[in-house]
């Protein structure tokens, strides 16, 4: 397979897997840590709504879907790519990262999470998902 080729296919599995994992994250949650009572989180501006009833509890597994998405997908993205594999991977966690620009400015939350979770699941875990698929070594031609 050529490598153009290969590299663009690394990246949209990235995109996918990373989704994938968030979207499976984020559904699981509310089994483990329960929604608070009189929240309403079927739509966006009733979620919007809610957060005042959310705790720090509440916010692990949005975290964790965030941060596991983009490892995973930042992991899928080096670790298949043909060439420039911190590249993609850290071009993973950018995409993901704007993905929770538009979260945060759509659904809000605590300043405290906000900060957060811009800051330490995006970026630092599309690097750590490089550095485990094995992007700062050269690869074999």
Aim: zero cysteines.
């Amino acid at each position: 397979m050529k490598p153009v080729a290969r590299n663009i296919l690394a990246a949209l599995a990235g995109v996918v897997f990373g989704s994938l994992v968030n979207i499976g994250l984020v559904n699981i949650g509310p089994s483990v840590v329960p929604i608070p009572e009189g929240a309403d989180v079927s739509t966006m501006e009733n979620l919007r709504d809610s957060m005042k009833l959310f705790t720090p509890v509440n916010f692990i597994f949005p975290f964790l879907a965030h941060a596991l998405g983009t490892l995973a997908g930042a992991f899928v993205a080096a670790r298949f790519a043909a060439s420039h594999s911190m590249k993609f991977a850290i071009g993973i966690g950018v995409f993901f990262l704007l993905g929770g620009i538009a979260a945060a400015t759509m659904i809000g939350g605590p300043l405290w999470f906000i900060i957060a979770d811009l800051v330490l699941a995006y970026i630092p875990m599309g690097y750590l998902g490089a550095v485990l698929a094995g992007a700062t070594r050269s690869k074999a031609s």
